[in-house]
């Protein structure tokens, strides 16, 4: 087992058509960013409504939320994804079975099927920082809204929601860094994302370490760069006044 | 599509097999995870600069990639690493290179939480050991860390639930746990399903209820 460490290595060509190694990681970061963006969409609307049903004044809406909740809290994320790969097509309407089964290219079924899940899975996840951030805020902000006669959906619209988007900036920016790391699972139903690539890369080319550093390297990369957007973001939106946000 | 669960009863045995390998997987991961996350929360606390960086970017890193990556990538590179370091070919299974995997991806994790939990402590505590003479390991050992350890169970034992799941990922490298060998029975007689929907139906009730269980903890827990 002598290793032959070669860092030029993604310039190089694979073997398949035309292509470098380093075009097949751009191409899998495509669909690591693709997957993520359109998941978190999904957990960021699906999360708000529910995050807010979870807070409202009537045990029937807030009992469906925390269901909701506890059931993909509590389920591992790579049992949903077979779930939604594997089991629910097969439960669709016969024609619907069949467009998913045969007419979709095997990529977009896939892609379909973990955009749904990881959507689904991170929407219970922002529906408890919204609830959270809803909570946190000083009821009198809704008793204020109430005295002057705003009706509940008012309150949540007007009053609750717009500073509760800016208390909970941190936690869901680490929510939508968890997104882009749970992408990876996708390579596990053939979806050739970054993780899947690069496998890909580290078997065709024997470069092992160089491969997998690559993968870390553009992992970390995205992670602190987004993070450090949403750290100027935060800071441009905090709450003046609150202590939790670090406001002025 | 009709579902059959009768299947699952004659497969208990396997099944119950991948669930000991789920929950080894598990146990490994939080003992190996709290010993050197411990050691890695007290190295980002110290006073040494390089030592309190080299724990934070440690940190940062694993923080920063999924699971699934560092499982991988172990499974492929620990006998390559091994080979460099014993000079010979030590053959080691999927098992232990996802133990690996586990143990220093939740160091990370846990280092957060033991972090977190002695900054907790009042500083006076640290003031009354130093006072008493006693030396920075005595007074880690003796006072701080025993408190800070009885503040954070909650938070090291949401954690422990979280990797329960998480160890479902072994998946990628072939290792048969608790999915792993659901998804291989329900193959076997066609029933991948029905076998499916129980696996999941499995991994809900014990972290729903293990959660339920650090939500009453945390209550008697709470000062």
């Known amino acids: 087992m002598n290793y032959n460490w070669d860092w030029g290595v993604f310039f190089k060509s694979t073997g398949v058509g035309s292509e470098t190694y380093l075009d097949w990681y751009i191409a899998g970061l495509g669909w690591t960013i693709g997957i993520a963006i359109a998941a978190w969409i999904i957990a960021l ?24 909740v506890e059931l993909f809290r509590n389920v591992p994320l790579l049992v949903q994804l077979f779930i939604w790969y594997f089991l629910v097509p097969d439960l669709l309407p016969a024609d619907l079975q069949e467009w998913y089964k045969q007419d979709l290219n095997p990529t977009t079924s896939a892609f379909l099927s973990v955009v749904v899940c990881l959507g689904l899975f991170t929407t219970a996840r922002v529906c408890e920082q919204v609830r959270t951030g809803i909570q946190a805020l000083p009821r009198g902000q809704e008793s204020a809204a109430r005295a002057m006669g705003f009706k509940l959906p008012q309150i949540y619209w007007n009053v609750l929601l ?49 491969a997998f550093t690559l993968a870390t390297l553009i992992y970390f990369t995205l992670n602190m760069s987004l993070m450090l957007l949403m750290r100027l973001v935060e800071k441009k939106v905090a709450v003046p006044g609150l202590i939790s946000v670090g406001g002025k | 599509m009709e579902f059959d669960f009768s299947g699952i009863i004659p497969s208990l045995p396997g099944l119950w097999n991948g669930m000991v390998m789920t929950l080894k997987l598990m146990a490994m991961g939080v003992i190996g995870g709290i010993i050197l996350g411990t050691i890695l929360a007290l190295c980002r606390l110290s006073h040494n600069k390089l030592l309190s960086n080299l724990a934070g970017a440690y940190v940062n890193y694993f923080r920063s990639i999924p699971l ?11 006998p390559f690493v091994l080979r460099w370091i014993t000079g010979e070919d030590t053959p080691i299974g999927a098992f232990t290179s996802c133990i690996v995997a586990f143990m220093m991806f939740e160091a990370a994790y846990f280092c957060e939480i033991v972090r977190a939990g ?42 422990s639930i979280i990797l329960f799941q998480d160890t479902s990922l072994v998946y990628a490298v072939g290792l048969v746990d608790f999915l792993n060998a659901s998804r291989a029975s329900g193959d076997i007689i066609g029933r991948s399903n029905e076998f499916l929907i129980f696996a999941g139906l499995v991994y809900f009730i014990i972290s729903f209820s293990a959660s339920l269980l650090v939500k009453r903890l945390q209550k008697r827990f709470a000062v």
Request: with cysteine.
């Open chain 1, 45 to 68: 609307t699906l999360g708000s409504i529910l995050g807010v049903m979870r807070t409202v004044p009537n045990r029937i809406v807030s009992g469906i939320a925390t269901c909701y």
């Open chain 1, 162 to 210: 717009p500073q509760a988007y800016r208390i909970i900036i941190p936690p869901l920016t680490s929510e939508f860094l968890n997104v882009f790391k749970n992408t990876s699972v996708a390579s596990l139903i053939g979806l050739m994302e970054l993780l899947a690539q690069t496998k890909q890369t580290a078997e065709f080319s024997a470069n092992l370490f160089e």
């Open chain 2, 68 to 78: 699934l990556l560092v499982i991988t990538w172990f499974y492929l590179a620990v």
């Open chain 2, 118 to 159: 002695v900054q907790s402590i009042p500083k006076g505590q640290m003031g009354a050991a130093k006072a008493l003479g006693m030396t920075y390991g005595q007074m880690m050992r003796l006072i701080i860390l025993p408190q800070a350890f009885r503040k954070m169970t909650p938070l090291l034992l949401q954690q």
